[in-house]
């Protein structure tokens, strides 16, 4: 469905306003954005400015008031409720700042939640689950529940969910939020090595300028306009 | 793996769950021991026969009718066989012990009455002894009486102490026969009234008769009362079923409080499993929306919404249905003597898991609106 060549996600014209009571709040204006397959995008940008608003619109999670998010081919603003959630379950992986683990399954059960929509086998299930969680080094945990990992494990079985079913998109809201230095360092290296060997498309929204680093581009958000990001100097990493 | 996810959630708050669960059992076991209970009410009516008419004075029960009917009533189209008797209204050395015991004309009556099994040398014994009583099994266990024992009731319509001996004990055909009745010879009775009080004598409380085929009823009985009417004690004629129903009319307004009840209960453990359903649901509303990010659609979520309620409420309405049983028999040996037919029955039971059933679905149905109302990142908004 992708042209050679072409971005894998191609924003245009985008719009998007949040209603409180009678007052209409513009959150992303006009945002122009392309994506090339195999991109590590980092989107930073200050509380409010509408980072996570882009990101849930283009894992359509939400609703756009205007404009065009085109990936992979399929213009996704045009899809109904049902449609999104299909394509959702094949063409993104999710990462959220705080895990979202399903407290009462396993590692691996975590891992499988998104194959019980793709029609495989227990069997088959199983054998990719393991194979999502050994690529994230926590094939020794499976038979554990979050309550019974780190804060840093507990993200990795979320990347481990996120890419079980190989999607187009990997979209991440601040992966390394809730982590402490190590933990985040290596949730990070192991989103490069995602998208360096295994060429995943990732965009992940963050308030880290060292997570922004580790990102191949990098895009800021100010009052919904799309900007080039400004340089980010070593202090801001410290 | 969802049906895991569904027992799991299910118990994941285990007080909030095991409360759930126990409440809903007490709710189904009150249910159904009120069901057993109006029940029993009706016993007499369901163990009525179709082929039997029973006659009584048409002011009032507690009025009589001549004897001199009997002869009357037996030269009717469509009658077969007459019987009659009176309400004794005895009890056995304390008032307390109450049951029901009818001075009867012995071989119409137990001819009228085949699902009264008695061996024939009891029955001709009781029919060759005027001073004799046959009773049911059930009274005889109850008082312990053994065939041959000498049984002394007190009277209260017919004042005095009365000596029976015990010739029979009969035994219900089927569990819907009432075995706690007491049978005496309405001769006897009566050759002593007309000793004592001659203007009682020779008067019947009721007659029972039987017909060829149900069919006649109506027919016959409209024969027997245009035969009384304008005489000096006019009858009323009715089928045996009419006739009980007319007892347990009497006891309407509280049938129907009763049955009120039993309904009000599974409306309240209804709203307490809505409740739980609810908290539980708004606590995971995170979850939810992991879910439905992931591509789960409202038909997953309301699946496992709609399981977990299931199976709290199926597992509280096993165990009230399970408990039920011992819980009625050990109703019954309290109340015995009141309701000589006490069973838990088929449509009882089919009705407590209707009940669980719908309360299960009911108590879903918010929960699962609300989760498939609320939009993923509002959902997702929760979390943290």
């Known amino acids: 469905m992708n042209k050679q060549n072409s971005p894998l996600v191609q924003i245009k014209d985008l719009n998007k306003s949040y209603r409180r009571g009678n007052q209409i709040i513009p959150v992303l204006d006009n945002i122009v954005l392309d994506i090339d397959e195999g991109d590590f995008l980092a989107l930073m940008g200050p509380s409010g400015s509408g980072k996570s608003t882009l990101l849930n619109l283009i894992a359509g999670l939400d609703q756009v008031d205007g404009g065009s998010i085109k990936i992979g081919g399929v213009e996704i603003t045009s899809l109904s409720e049902s449609e999104l959630a299909e394509w959702r379950a094949s063409h993104v992986g999710f990462i959220f700042q705080f895990y979202n683990l399903i407290p009462v399954l396993t590692a691996l059960e975590n891992v499988e939640l998104p194959l019980l929509l793709r029609g495989l086998t227990r069997k088959e299930r199983r054998e990719h689950s393991a194979l999502a969680l050994e690529l994230v080094s926590l094939q020794d945990r499976m038979d554990h529940y979050p309550r019974q990992l780190s804060g840093g494990q507990q993200q990795r079985v979320a990347i481990a969910r996120a890419v079980v079913t190989d999607p187009t998109i990997l979209v991440a809201d601040e992966p390394t939020g809730d982590l402490d230095r190590t933990s985040a360092e290596e949730v990070l290296q192991l989103m490069a090595r995602l998208s360096g060997d295994l060429v995943k498309t990732i965009i992940m929204v963050t308030h880290d300028p060292r997570a922004a680093k580790k990102a191949r581009s990098m895009r800021y958000l100010d009052k919904g306009v799309l900007t080039d990001a400004p340089e980010i100097s070593f202090t801001e990493c410290l | ?384």
Not at chain 2, 66 to 90: A, C, E, H, M
Not at chain 2, 153 to 172: A, E, M, N, S
Not at chain 2, 289 to 304: D, H
Not at chain 2, 320 to 328: H, Y
């Open chain 2, 1 to 384: 793996m969802l049906l895991k996810l569904v027992l799991r959630n299910a118990f994941r708050h285990r007080l909030r769950s095991l409360l759930t669960v126990l409440g809903m059992c007490v709710a189904i076991l009150a249910f159904a021991l009120l069901r057993t209970v109006i029940g029993a009410w009706y016993a007499g009516v369901e163990a009525s026969s179709a082929n039997r008419l029973v006659i009584r004075n048409s002011i009032s029960l507690v009025f009589p009718l001549p004897l001199s009917y009997r002869d009357k009533i037996r030269q009717i189209d469509g009658v077969k066989t007459v019987s009659y008797g009176n309400w004794f209204g005895g009890y056995y050395i304390d008032r307390k012990n109450f049951f029901a015991n009818f001075s009867v004309d012995p071989e119409s009556y137990l001819s009228l009455y085949p699902e009264y099994l008695l061996p024939d040398n009891q029955k001709t014994a009781f029919y060759r002894d005027r001073k004799s009583c046959v009773v049911g099994r059930k009274l005889a266990r109850r008082f312990g009486w053994k065939v041959g024992d000498t049984i002394t009731l007190t009277g209260t319509i017919f004042p005095g102490k009365w000596d029976f001996v015990l010739r029979g004990i009969y035994q219900g055909r089927d569990d819907t026969v009432d075995e706690n009745q007491f049978f005496l010879h309405w001769d006897y009775i009566n050759e002593t009234l007309k000793k004592t009080v001659p203007r009682r004598a020779d008067q019947v409380g009721f007659y029972v008769i039987g017909i060829a085929a149900p069919e006649l009823a109506a027919k016959t009985a409209e024969a027997i009362d245009r035969t009384f009417k304008n005489s000096r004690a006019e009858t009323l004629t009715e089928t045996e079923k009419a006739f009980q129903l007319s007892f347990v009319s009497m006891s309407e307004t509280i049938l129907t409080a009763i049955r009120l009840v039993s309904f009000v209960v599974i409306v309240i453990i209804l709203v307490v499993v809505a409740n739980t359903m609810v908290m539980s649901v708004r606590e995971r509303a995170g979850e939810y929306a992991v879910f439905k990010t992931l591509g789960f659609g409202s038909f997953y979520l309301s699946g496992l919404i709609l399981g977990e309620s299931l199976l709290i409420t199926g597992l509280g309405g096993a165990l009230g249905i399970v408990l039920t049983f011992p819980a009625a028999k050990t109703f019954a040996a309290a109340v015995g003597n009141w309701f000589p037919v006490f069973k838990v029955e088929a449509l009882t039971l089919y009705l407590a898991v209707a009940a669980a059933l719908m309360v299960g679905i009911v108590a879903a149905v918010i929960p699962i609106w609300r989760v498939a109302s609320v939009r993923v990142v509002e959902g997702l908004g929760r979390i943290g």
